[in-house]
T-cell receptor, first 112, second 115 residues
Framework: KQEVTQIPAALSVPEGENLVLNCSFT??????LQWFRQDPGKGLTSLLL?????REQTSGRLNASLDKSSGRSTLYIAASQPGDSATYLC???????????FGRGTSLIVHP | EPEVTQTPSHQVTQMGQEVILRCVPI?????FYWYRQILGQKVEFLVS????????KSEIFDDQFSVERPDGSNFTLKIRSTKLEDSAMYFC?????????????FGPGTRLTVL
């Protein structure tokens, strides 16, 4: 059974910092990995999807990488802004299933 | 930009009552999903639906739950005889297909409170 762990659980940084959020998973036979953003009391917004055959994906200030052999993905946020404050969720589909297993998320606060 | 919509945004019900949560998936998507998130916990998969049939379900999705696509646009989750522990955010999602590049797009959620 896939287990997804996200470290750190919470992060508070000043505006402008570059930061890295980590996601680790136990079953490396992944189908894809998706990073989401969740604002308090709101739904999930898809940020990036990395297919099993890919190593990274980029969108604006966001870059997600995937290392299947070590069971890790990182989400890199460049030049963080207060508007980036949210919970970031990692979701991994694996084991022949397209159904994602979610991590608990990293709660990010970017203060001015 | 097309989006998944859900109604109501908040539903309060008495224990033992039945509730129906509604979703309108993105129009050209073929796969639909329900997830739930109990406060402070992980997002959990409930059920997936394709071609008017359940394609996969989790152990959470027992006889208390059912899903339906009553018309060409709506996708519903019915919870019978609600319990206190059913209180959670319920998210609907849809995807165009099941290819590895197909993202799941989530709705804003329905907060269900069972009293």
């Amino acid at each position: 059974k896939q287990e997804v762990t996200q470290i750190p659980a919470a992060l508070s940084v000043p505006e402008g910092e570059n930061l890295v959020l980590n996601c680790s998973f136990t079953d490396s036979a992944i189908y894809n990995l998706q990073w989401f953003r969740q604002d308090p009391g709101k739904g999930l917004t898809s940020l990036l999807l990395i297919q099993s055959s890919q190593r990274e994906q980029t969108s604006g200030r966001l870059n997600a990488s995937l290392d299947k052999s070590s069971g890790r993905s990182t989400l890199y946020i460049a030049a963080s802004q207060p508007g980036d404050s949210a919970t970031y969720l990692c979701a991994v589909s694996s084991g022949g299933s397209y159904i994602p297993t979610f991590g608990r998320g990293t709660s990010l606060i970017v203060h001015p | 930009e097309p989006e998944v919509t859900q109604t109501p945004s908040h539903q309060v019900t008495q224990m033992g009552q039945e509730v129906i949560l509604r979703c309108v998936p993105i129009s050209n998507h073929l796969y639909f999903y329900w997830y739930r998130q109990i406060l402070g916990q992980k997002v959990e998969f409930l059920v997936s639906f394709y071609n008017n049939e359940i394609s996969e379900k989790s152990e959470i999705f027992d006889d208390q739950f059912s899903v339906e696509r009553p018309d060409g646009s709506n996708f519903t989750l019915k919870i019978r005889s609600t319990k206190l522990e059913d209180s959670a955010m319920y998210f609907c999602a849809s995807s165009p297909g099941l290819a590895s590049h197909d993202e799941q797009f989530f709705g804003p959620g329905t907060r269900l409170t069972v009293l």
